[in-house]
């Protein structure tokens, strides 16, 4: 097929009857993009995972994608949208589209049901270079998932170091009370092991003196979302300042809470020690 006369590399490409795919999930997000499916949408990196197909689709591909992605997952069947008109920088375009299902044991890999996007001039093929990109995208996309695991995985070796360098006794609970972590000086005043992760903080015995209400003070906080701070006292006789603070998200919700326990004896003791002193002082003051 000849290319149209003045026309641009976009539409050359259109016209040869080449075809670009993507590797979307039922939201449309991109976790692979292969071949010539860029010209059809807005530039945004052209990486793996570079955003949402419907958001960066050009004008006149946008609602018919939608409808495809749509009727693709209610029905768990290929999608065809022939002819569809966009709008390139070099002029308007007729293309075919195509949804199809990914096979069930390949989005399984990736926990969630999957979508192959497929854009070009003529009806798409269902050989070998399909199932190539698909292979591609899976391989890509794994590879990404198992990068951002590591980098999970470090960042949070890296934060438990960080809080048990602090010192402080310090335990996050998530949204039903359960304990998510701990620092190692938590243990000191809450009786805690590896075995309590996941078990709710209220049905784990404390060390502290005349204070039985750290469930009903943790869910108090997570309910208003206003921080508390009370001073309490371990059985052997050590003063804490106690503070619970909700554990936010980024959109405002609430996914726990994190409970800090800071040593004052030496404050409270400075304190009782100048009280005393002031008290002497005017005593003193009083006799003259």
Same mark, same amino acid.
């Given at each position: ?16 009857? %080449? ?65 569809? /008109? ?18 069930? %044991?390949?989005? /399984? ?18 050989? /070998? ?18 990068? /951002? ?20 006794? $310090? ?34 015995? $404390? ?82």
């Amino acid at each position: 097929m000849t290319p149209p006369a003045g026309g641009t590399t976009e539409q050359a490409l259109t016209h040869a009857g %080449s075809h670009g795919t993507a590797l979307v999930n039922g939201k449309g997000d991109i976790l692979y993009l292969h071949g010539g499916i860029g010209q059809y949408l807005e530039p945004d990196g052209g990486e793996v995972g570079a955003g949402n197909i419907l958001a960066r689709a050009r004008a006149g591909l946008k609602q018919g994608l939608a409808l495809a992605l749509q009727k693709a997952a209610a029905g768990e069947a290929p999608v065809a949208a022939p002819s569809l /008109k966009i709008l390139l920088r070099g002029g308007p375009v007729t293309v075919d589209l195509a949804v199809r299902p990914v096979a069930a %044991s390949a989005s /399984k890999a990736l926990g969630e049901p999957l979508y192959l996007v497929i854009l070009g001039a003529g009806p798409p093929s269902v050989a /070998k270079e399909e199932l190539q990109s698909v292979n591609a995208a899976l391989a890509a996309a794994n590879a990404q998932l198992q990068a /951002k695991v590591s980098e999970l995985l470090r960042a949070n070796h890296d934060l438990n170091d960080q809080l048990a360098g602090t010192g402080f006794a $310090t335990i996050f609970v998530d949204a039903q009370q359960r304990v998510l972590r701990f620092t190692p000086a938590a243990t000191r005043l809450i009786d805690l092991s590896p075995g309590d992760l996941n078990r709710p903080v209220g049905q784990i015995a $404390t060390r502290l003196a005349g204070y039985d209400r750290l469930a009903e003070d943790v869910k108090a906080v997570m309910a208003t979302l206003k921080p508390l701070a009370i001073d309490v006292r371990s059985k052997d006789g050590f003063d804490f300042s106690l503070r619970i603070q909700p554990y936010r998200t980024q959109d405002d919700g609430v996914e726990g809470a994190v409970i800090t326990f800071v040593d004052i004896t030496d404050l409270k003791r400075t304190a009782l020690e100048l009280e005393a002193a002031l008290s002497s002082l005017k005593a003193e003051e009083g006799k003259g």
